[in-house]
């Protein structure tokens, strides 16, 4: 094989498995949000996964005007 071809093969092969990453975690965090969105209120990732720092630092309870 000649040094150009083996240059286009490395390379493809290295956004394919950049793709297959990509949308393995990206799928992984999609059924994460929907398992959070099925408890149906703030606190549920606090709840789902106790041990992780998740949430954020404005999080207020009940109806809130925006800012």
Known sequence: MKKSTKLI???GLAAAAGLIVYSVRRHQSNRRYARISDEGY?????????????GRRKLRYG?????
């Open 9 to 11: 093969l490395a390379i």
């Open 42 to 54: 703030e606190t549920a990732a606090d709840i789902l996964y106790p041990d992780k720092s998740h």
């Open 63 to 67: 109806p809130v005007l925006p800012d």
